[in-house]
């Protein structure tokens, strides 16, 4: 949760644009005087009915900008006479994967999405690394990472290793923040609430997508993750999110703002809710850190939300009122820094 310091739909996906005047957003991937007054016309109705500033906007040449600098985009183009908008801001490999051999099912892919910051002095990265690759063994991986603001080598270690991969989107995104305070303020909740919603419209935007882990980089785990929350049989999946063991023996719960079950926070201490010991996957309120999501529950545009509170907390508060289910396998764990238990 803390990668920063510490996520488009099929061009939006339909149902997104029903209640638009179809004139509105149409035309604006191509270049014309009345593009800019098409923009603040569309972006002004979305405002009114509480939806994001870029809801309804065809193309992908919009992605990863504020509001200001799309717009800033616009007036740029006209002024350069440019016949087309550029179409891609962001680096992808191919529109296809190819088909693959050995022991990965082809049938379903998954998207591993991440916000990354400073990964890479800290050792976090390499590790996050090894641990993808070892999932690439069962399932059909596409990688969609947002870097920014780095001031160590993560952005070039990316690079260098999603070259070798048969799809990715790497978007470099540096907005000149300092690095925030592990705090629980609105600023930090609302900037990482609007980057996973950036993480979830690419991962829309690939039709063969058939779920999504969203997990931060500063995080390692062993053997095949994403099988494993799977077993828990629900639409949103996560494992126990975990520090160092205590002088008992059991792990230090790390997640404890956004994991909560029947309105109260887990605590640090096993079992981290309520009374009873976790031995087989439990419905909760909220998780956090790393969890599997389905793509049903992205195309019912759920969104994160980081207004009054965790936007994980937010996420999956939207989750449960249109009737997703939300569970913790207590037989996995991710921790942060790595995983070091067998």
């Given amino acids: 949760m803390d990668n920063l310091d510490e996520s488009s739909n099929d061009d939006l996906d339909e149902s997104s644009n029903?209640?638009?005047?179809?004139?509105?957003?149409?035309?604006?991937?191509?270049?014309?005087?009345?593009?800019?007054?098409?923009?603040?016309?569309?972006?002004?109705?979305?405002?009114?009915?509480?939806?994001?500033?870029?809801?309804?906007?065809?193309?992908?040449?919009?992605?990863?900008?504020?509001?200001?600098?799309?717009?800033i985009k616009i007036i740029s183009e006209q002024t350069l006479g440019k016949a087309n908008r550029i179409n891609n801001h962001c680096e992808t490999k191919s529109e296809q994967i190819p088909v693959k051999s050995g022991n990965v099912n082809n049938?379903?892919?998954?998207?591993?999405?991440?916000?990354?910051?400073?990964?890479?002095?800290?050792?976090?990265?390499?590790?996050?690394f090894d641990c993808c690759q070892k999932l690439e063994k069962y399932h059909n991986i596409v990688y969609i990472f947002i870097e920014g603001d780095s001031t160590d080598n993560t952005y070039n270690e990316l690079e260098d290793w999603l070259s070798s991969k048969d799809e990715y989107i790497l978007k470099k995104m540096d907005r000149k923040k300092p690095r925030?305070?592990?705090?629980?303020?609105?600023?930090?909740?609302?900037?990482?609430?609007?980057?996973?919603?950036?993480?979830?419209?690419?991962?829309?935007?690939?039709?063969?997508?058939?779920?999504?882990?969203?997990?931060?980089?500063?995080?390692?785990?062993k053997g095949d993750l994403i099988s494993s929350l799977r077993d828990a049989r629900a639409d949103i999946a996560a494992p126990l999110v975990v520090m160092n063991k205590s002088r008992n023996g059991e792990y230090l719960f790390y997640d404890t703002w956004a994991f909560r079950k029947n309105g109260y926070q887990f605590s640090h201490c096993y079992p981290y809710v309520g009374c009873a010991k976790l031995k087989k996957p439990v419905s909760v309120d909220s998780v956090g850190g790393g969890y599997l999501i389905k793509r049903e529950v992205l195309e019912s545009n759920v969104k994160y939300d980081g207004d009054r509170d965790c936007e994980h907390v937010g996420f999956c508060r939207k989750a449960k009122k249109k009737g997703f289910s939300i569970k913790v396998n207590p037989n996995v764990y991710i921790m942060k820094g790595g995983l070091r238990h067998e």
Avoid: C
């Avoid at 604006?28 to 009114?48: C, G, H, I, W």
């Avoid at 925030?180 to 303020?185: A, E, L, T, Y």
């Fill in 18 to 71: 029903d209640d638009l005047d179809e004139s509105s957003n149409d035309d604006l991937d191509k270049s014309s005087n009345d593009d800019l007054e098409k923009f603040d016309q569309l972006v002004r109705r979305n405002k009114d009915s509480g939806k994001d500033w870029y809801h309804g906007l065809s193309g992908n040449w919009w992605w990863g900008m504020s509001e200001d600098e799309a717009r």
């Fill in 107 to 128: 049938r379903h892919r998954v998207a591993i999405a991440s916000i990354i910051r400073n990964e890479e002095s800290n050792g976090h990265l390499k590790k996050f």
């Fill in 180 to 221: 925030f305070p592990k705090d629980k303020s609105p600023g930090r909740t609302k900037y990482f609430a609007e980057l996973r919603n950036m993480l979830t419209d690419y991962a829309l935007s690939i039709s063969d997508i058939t779920e999504v882990l969203m997990i931060d980089a500063n995080y390692g785990w």
